[in-house]
């Protein structure tokens, strides 16, 4: 049998906006019950420091004040934070949800109060007397593991949380045949996820069931709900997690956090409705950050470009302790290192820092980004140093179609590629050449121009269980109702992705029906099966891919019926325009609306087949997928100010078949804008203390419209044999790319200066210096030469 509608591949606008444009979605604050109270966590302001005693008394003495709860009052009671991470010989920084003994950074819970009333709950928060020994404070990842440094462990040797190492081919043979080595250390800085809603939960006990519901803002509700209730030694199965609408994740929100298990608890102690909203100061103290890696390059290289292999140190700060992948994160750049060249052998050192700052974890790209803007830099400095143009050394080494299924020698199986094909489809769509001939001119004219290029390979799609912490499969559940209607129920629980019209987008063209005929539910562990949910690029090409099997199983029972009533053949039928009908004869027909009532009347079945439709799929992945593409940015420096003006930015991404055009392009605009806000404004700053002093959006810049020019993409399409729809994933492309890409342009602009390199992120006032310290160094030179 076969499809005829053809919604897959049409740029819909999104089902679900007007909703949310109209102010009509409910988000976690929109839930409220009946004699709710609110929650407020009393944060620790020190970076490091011994607890000597916490007292509650004024505070539970406060008006509207329904309890107090310290470290001590939960001790034994709720488990740690999670963390899935599994790396040998990894010391336990686990951490409590509410400290006892000591502070390890600023934000940490050390009580929270529970009161009727949102700001009495403030109010008594203040009156918690916790009496504080400051220690010395470590936040430099480089001094937190070298000898003599402050330890935030009394019980560990050092601040190294773990050193783990890669290596693939003959590294010392590489090295040794090389006609250059070129070194480089690189920073990427410390960044602050900013989801537009704050994390965010609301928890109900039923003593009488007893049943505990849980709203919270997360990308995998069933996961929390499983770990919750391992926190709280609390059945699983009388959990009831609800994932209303999420404001944004960028990977924030993809954990396990102590307010989640806190706010549950408080509800169960209380016996009444409990809330927690996020400010946007505890936000930035004690939600995850991410990247802040410092990264020691080398590349051994032939004098034509060649590459012949790799050595890379990476110092990943992990923060204080661990969330749920906090320590996997270094590792996934690692594995990404080689990027979409053909590097035959690279080494690789992972050393795991322990600082008094608020954990890293998983962030829009989540170690790929990292990895990219490492391996792209250095291919430019390569470039400079042979005096190469970027595009030619970036040719050079790529892999050629043919080499694929390709073998990293960090262990990946990259999928299928044209790394060729998109970099020409970018330079034809820059006039790459053409912009090479206006910034000579331009320099001639005094003019700061830099054109960047960047091109990458991610890795997506995650992925199979044997990879994944946590498994890596996902579940699609579709049922169709007795008057026709669609139902998908998913585990790829979206947070803006756009989920609800992709799939309803697969299932018309799957069952021949019109997309707002098929609903898409999710979030909610009690109507939809167990699920693994959003996150690294998989919500279409894994949980999609579920929804696409249990779609085809019921296509094809709907073939058996429809072919036993009409007589025909069910391979024969096409399904169109809500008409199930013979190919040859269309004058054969049944309606689809009879074909599922047929099912549930169960009167004229074929045998062997049971009444009902509803199907659901655990979809395991045999591979990850592996998207690329090239960037070209083009960017402007204001000689007095040090402003970066970008003036034109190209993307060409492959991201193999596409569901919703609309959708892609949507999904690199902001990986793009993200990007620039990491490379130009964004950093998370602590002083020597521990101090957050970019702990508010006064004091943390993101990027404005102002900020960009027209972003333009286009797109090459090679798909997948992982997965039967050929999609690859799309959703941290545009970040993965954009940050080399408009490092490089920077660079490029000031390489005239004799700048070669500049480490994240480049502020105007850093590039103001560059320039004031080049002009000086300049007439140094000038005096001595007269």
């Known amino acids: 049998m076969a499809t005829a509608n053809k919604y897959v591949g049409r740029p819909m606008k999104r089902k679900e906006d007007p909703r949310l444009i109209q102010g009509l979605a409910h988000y976690v604050d929109d839930i409220q019950l009946a004699g709710m109270c609110h929650m407020v966590v009393v944060r620790s302001p020190y970076a490091h420091a011994r607890i000597r ?19 001590e009052d939960v001790r034994g009671v709720i488990g740690p934070v999670p963390c899935a991470a599994q790396i040998p010989d990894m010391k336990p920084a686990m951490r409590t949800v509410l400290a006892t003994d000591k502070v390890r950074f600023v934000g940490e819970p050390v009580a929270v109060v529970v009161a009727s009333e949102k700001y009495a709950a403030r109010d008594a928060a203040d009156l918690v007397e916790v009496d504080y020994d400051p220690l010395p404070a470590v936040v430099d990842p480089e001094k937190a593991i070298a000898k003599g440094s402050p330890k935030l462990y009394d019980n560990f040797d050092d601040n190294v949380a773990y050193r783990w190492e890669l290596e693939g081919g003959d590294v010392a043979g590489a090295f040794k045949k090389a006609d250059k080595v070129i070194k480089q250390r690189m920073v990427n800085q410390r960044l602050i996820p900013m989801a537009m809603e704050p994390r965010g939960v609301v928890a109900n006990f039923d003593p009488g069931e007893p049943k505990l519901t849980i709203w919270t803002s997360t990308q995998i509700p069933h996961l929390v709900r499983t770990q919750v209730g391992v926190m709280l030694g609390f059945s699983e199965t009388s959990i009831h997690l609800i994932t209303p609408e999420v404001g944004g994740g960028f990977g924030s929100k993809l954990n396990v956090y102590a307010e989640e298990a806190l706010c549950a608890y408080a509800a169960m102690k209380v016996g009444k409705p409990v809330k927690w909203i996020e400010s946007r100061r505890e936000n930035f103290q004690a939600t995850i950050h991410g990247r802040d890696f410092i990264n020691y390059v080398e590349l051994a290289v032939k004098r034509d470009g060649t590459i012949l292999g790799a050595r890379y140190k990476i110092i990943g700060d992990l923060g204080a302790y661990y969330q749920l992948l906090t320590p996997l994160i270094p590792t996934l750049t690692a594995l990404m290192l080689c990027g979409s060249y053909k590097i035959p052998a690279v080494r690789i050192e992972i050393v795991g820092a322990l600082t008094n700052k608020m954990a890293t974890d998983a962030y829009r790209g989540a170690g790929r980004p990292e990895a990219t803007y490492f391996i792209e830099r250095a291919m430019d400095i390569v470039a400079a140093e042979l005096k190469k143009d970027p595009l030619e050394i970036r040719r050079k080494n790529f892999p050629k179609p043919k080499d694929f299924p390709y ?5 990946l199986i990259y999928d299928t590629a044209n790394y060729q094909g998109c970099l020409e489809a970018a330079s034809k769509k820059s006039a790459y050449a053409k912009l090479r001939k206006e910034q000579g001119a331009a320099r001639k004219a005094g003019k700061i121009m830099g054109i960047g290029v960047s091109s990458y390979v991610e890795i997506c799609a995650m992925g199979p269980s044997s990879a994944m912490p946590a498994g890596g499969w996902e579940s699609g559940t579709v049922r169709i109702e007795p008057t026709g209607k669609v139902k998908i129920l998913t585990g790829s629980s979206p947070h803006g992705q756009g989920q609800e019209t992709s799939f309803a987008q697969i299932g018309a063209d799957m069952l021949g029906v019109a997309p707002e005929d098929v609903l898409v539910v999710h979030g909610d562990t009690s109507q939809v099966p167990y699920g693994i949910g959003t996150f690294g690029s998989r919500a279409t090409a894994v949980g999609g891919t579920a929804a696409y099997k249990s779609l085809e199983k019921l296509r094809d029972k709907l073939a058996k019926i429809a072919g036993h009533i009409l007589e025909v053949d069910p391979a024969k ?7 199930i009908q013979s190919k040859s004869d269309p004058q054969k027909s049944i309606a689809f609306g009879e074909a599922v009532g047929a099912a549930y009347v169960a009167k004229t079945l074929p045998p062997g087949v049971e009444p009902g439709l509803e199907a659901t799929t655990f979809f395991e992945p045999s591979n990850f997928t592996f998207p690329f593409g090239t960037h070209v940015c083009v960017v402007e420096i204001d000689r007095d100010t040090g402003e970066v003006k970008l003036t034109k930015y190209i993307a060409v991404d492959d991201c193999g078949n596409v569901i919703n055009p609309l959708l892609v392009d949507g999904q690199i605009h902001g990986g793009i804008v993200q990007s620039v806000g990491q490379v130009l404004f964004e950093e998370a700053v602590y002083d020597k203390d521990g101090q957050l002093i970019s702990g508010e959006l ?15 993409t286009d797109r090459t399409v090679t798909p997948t044999p992982v997965n039967p729809m050929g999609v690859k994933g799309v959703g941290e492309a545009g970040t993965i790319g954009a940050t080399p890409a408009l490092v490089n342009a920077v660079v490029d602009a000031l390489a005239p200066f004799g700048i070669t390199h500049v480490d994240l ?12 310290k080049s002009a000086g160094s300049a007439k140094a030179q000038s005096r001595r030469v007269r």
């Open 53 to 71: 005693s916490v007292n509650a008394s004024k505070a539970k003495a406060a008006p509207g004040v329904v309890a107090v709860f310290t470290g």
């Open 407 to 411: 073998a990293t020698p960090t262990g």
């Open 573 to 579: 039928l096409v399904f169109a325009g809500h008409k």
């Open 698 to 712: 006064t004091d943390y810049a993101i990027p404005r419209a102002a900020d960009l020019p027209r972003l333009v």
């Open 761 to 772: 992120p480049i502020k105007r006032e850093k590039i103001w210096q560059l320039l004031q």
